[in-house]
């Protein structure tokens, strides 16, 4: 997001018009940006036989899917619901990347149907699994590394508390069941957390996953998850791609050496990909003042960007219906009825009813996590490529509020 013009603009598309035209609340990418993080991610990576496999959950719209397609990526996929809209936007099933967790065997059955890569995350599904297929199917087990890392509790899921993966100490008992059900492992998978800054993190978790994969004959990829840390606000520290890009491929590189295979690497970015794109614009219904504190009310909440509340995530948030001015203290709340905070004593541009305000890095579990609690719609998305913005989702209507729901006589 740029000033140009007097303006707030993205590849010279004004915010402030697509608010009028399409109406607020409103997601908006930037397409151009997501292409060009692809870009960075490969380019980091060139030295290795790397494949993207953009995660689907951080933002399932099928246009954007269907843009990652088109900048060479493959998907993860954590449901059937999400392998089917893959498959939707156009992803061959050999380009999907199928994660569940404690899913029911029929599930799992559902995914071999149409032929996507099936990632285990337990012993007794991988004992299912070679009941039923044998060394038929090809098959990547997700390993629970025990490395502590992400930005929260709720996003670290490597550690030895997690619900996720295969405890690296179990590996013995993975081999005998491998061997009991002559499996074709093809891949191994760690995914630690959201939000790891440090190269070292990735580093370590590629040397627990090497030395893993010492163990095992013919695999063809190592996946190593998500997890690259974007910025959130002015000077924070993101993931430098370029360093981790280096250090992975270099150890990786080493490894295969030694295996004797020029193995895949595979990643599985969400944020990296799609959250800096991303603005929430919202209006102002309110600026009301109490004892402690100006709140300025918006016609959003935690029904459409969750993370401030669920993660205590910061999220910027910018004042684009004014250039210039005076700058106050704020908090901005949601509509809900419940403590919605969405960005608490922040400097804003001058606030008046009837302002834009852009909530940003909004493109990454901000509508894919988004509800209808207190009964509200869910906002329009706006895609915006090669200069031109065009809508991707309708708002919700009244009537997607009493879809589903079934009347009887009472
Ligand atoms: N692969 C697997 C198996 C995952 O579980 C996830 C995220 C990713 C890849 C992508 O991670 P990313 O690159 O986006 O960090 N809703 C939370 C983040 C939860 C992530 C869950 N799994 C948030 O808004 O911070």
């Known amino acids: 997001m740029e000033i140009k013009d007097n303006q707030y603009q993205i590849q010279g598309v004004s915010l402030t018009r697509l608010a009028k035209d399409y109406g607020t609340p409103l997601y ?22 790397l494949k ?9 719209n099928i246009n954007i899917l269907k843009l990652m397609k088109k900048a060479g990526t493959g998907v993860d996929a954590v449901s059937i619901e999400e392998v089917k809209l893959c498959m939707h936007a156009g992803f061959e099933p050999h380009e999907i990347m199928y ?14 149907n149409l032929g996507v890569m099936i990632n285990i995350d337990n012993i007794p599904m991988l004992e299912h699994f070679g009941t039923y297929y044998g060394n038929k199917v090809p098959v990547c087990i997700r390993l629970n590394p025990h490395i502590l890392a992400g930005g929260n509790a709720k996003i670290s899921v490597g550690h030895i508390d997690s619900k996720f993966g ?31 800054l440090d190269a070292e993190v990735f580093l370590k978790g590629a040397e627990i996953l090497f030395d893993a994969a010492r163990e095992f004959k013919g695999l063809k990829f190592l996946d190593f998850g998500g997890g690259f840390k974007v910025a959130y606000k002015k000077g924070d520290i993101a993931t430098d791609i370029k360093e981790v890009g280096n250090k992975v491929s270099k150890a990786f590189r080493e490894f295969c050496v030694e295996y004797g295979s ?13 959250s800096e794109s991303g603005y929430l614009l919202v209006k ?34 910018v004042n684009i219906s004014k250039l210039d001015g005076p700058e106050r203290v704020y908090t901005i709340v949601g509509y809900i009825c419940e403590t ?9 541009r001058e606030v008046q009813e009837g302002d834009i305000i852009a909530i940003k890095n909004a493109g990454a579990y901000g509508i894919s996590m988004s509800s209808n609690y207190n009964s509200r719609l869910r906002p329009a998305e706006v895609l915006i490529l090669n200069g031109k913005a065009q809508l991707i989702r309708e708002r919700e209507t009244f009537d997607d509020i009493l879809r589903h729901q079934v009347e009887i006589d009472l």
């Open 28 to 49: 908006v990418y930037d397409g151009e940006k997501i292409l060009n993080q692809v870009k960075k991610l490969q380019d980091a990576f060139s030295t290795v036989k």
């Open 340 to 348: 919605d905070t969405i960005a608490a004593d922040r400097k804003l």
């Open 284 to 317: 102002v219904n309110i600026v009301k003042s109490t004892p402690a504190s100006t709140f300025v009310g918006v016609d959003s909440g935690l029904n459409h960007l969750i993370r401030p509340m669920m993660y205590d995530a910061y999220h910027d948030v």
């Open 166 to 196: 295969i405890s690296i100490l179990q590996l013995k008992h993975v081999h005998k069941v491998i061997n009991a059900y002559d499996l074709n492992v093809i891949g191994l998978h760690v995914h630690t957390g959201s939000d790891i």
């Open 52 to 60: 993207i496999k953009y995660a689907t959950k951080a933002l399932s």
């Open 262 to 274: 020029d193995l895949e690497i595979w990643f599985e970015p969400g944020k990296f990909l799609v």
């Open 99 to 112: 994660t569940p967790n404690s899913v029911s065997f029929e599930e799992i059955q559902e995914a071999e």
